[in-house]
């Protein structure tokens, strides 16, 4: 019901303020803007509130009632930051809805970004299950351009901004396994969605980096993290990324810390596309 009155209060305001003023195609594309705001706040909710219902099943019960209580940490944590965006496309929205459209304004170019698009990360700093608990909020910057149609739409070194999702040591789990796991929500101020990456461990020491696409995410690490024995390795997508990627150590070391380093490229891909207005 808030969501609903907030909708309304978003649309009712652009209204009377259009009334006064002729649209411009900045207005208009900054209204579709704070409307997808709000629907990706209304999204996470429900997952949210999916994820608060308890309705994750596995075999291990205890790994499913701390995954799911990282799982739902982690939402929170979302829930919050679209909000603020969310707010603030909302006040461009009405700022631009009330100014006078310029006779010879340059048209918006929006860009839409497909499903699938590589995203490197290059963290601001180490992440690890020692120090980083599910709910937090991370930090770095993208490691190479994203160029779509010929357009630039985020220039290397824009900021970006995630959440843990996942944080227990190896061992740590009932089945002697562990995991870390990070997603991607931020760049450039823009909510965006896309997959988790997570380093699945072992107390031998054991490290190999998956990711987990989409709303399937829980499920998918409960599948995994509830099998000692990797029959539901395939829930996971991707592969093993070894010592390239900085999230291997070797095997049988008593090192039951997981990390993802600092400095090295972390790989996301969007879930969902994404429309970006470029700014002039």
Do not use: Y
Not at 19 to 39: D, L, M, P, R, T
Request: hydrophobic letters at 45%; glycine letters at 10%; a neutral charge.
């Amino acid at each position: 019901m808030r969501l609903l009155f907030s909708h309304l209060s978003l649309s009712v305001a652009l209204a009377l303020s259009l009334a006064c003023n002729h649209k411009s195609e900045a207005a208009i594309q900054a209204e579709e803007a704070a409307k997808s705001a709000e629907a990706k706040v209304a999204q996470l909710e429900q997952q949210l509130a999916e994820a608060k219902s308890g309705k994750a099943t596995g075999d291990d019960a205890e790994t499913v009632q701390h995954l799911t209580k990282s799982q739902v940490k982690a939402l929170e944590r979302q829930v919050t930051d679209a909000k603020k965006r969310a707010e603030v496309k909302k006040q461009e929205a009405l700022t631009l809805a009330q100014a006078p459209a310029a006779k010879e304004a340059p048209k918006p170019v929006v860009v839409e970004v497909p499903t699938g698009t590589k995203l490197e990360i290059t963290l601001a700093r180490e992440l690890t299950t020692e120090k980083d608990l599910a709910g937090d909020a991370w930090e770095g910057s993208l490691a190479s351009d994203v160029v779509q149609d010929g357009k630039l739409v985020w220039s290397a070194g824009s900021p970006a901004r995630g959440v843990v999702t996942q944080s227990a040591a190896a061992g740590r789990l009932s089945n002697g396994q562990g995991a870390l796991g990070i997603r991607l929500t931020e760049i450039a101020g823009v909510g965006i969605d896309t997959d988790t990456h997570v380093v699945v461990a072992t107390a031998k020491g054991e490290r190999n980096a998956k990711f987990i696409g989409g709303g399937a995410a829980l499920g998918a690490l409960i599948g995994i993290l509830s099998d000692g024995k990797h029959k539901n390795d395939h829930a996971l997508g991707g592969a093993a990324l070894g010592a390239a990627a900085g999230t291997a150590v070797a095997a049988g070391t008593a090192d039951t810390v997981i990390r993802i380093p600092g400095g090295k490229p972390v790989a996301f891909s969007l879930t969902a596309p994404e429309r970006v207005t470029l700014r002039k």
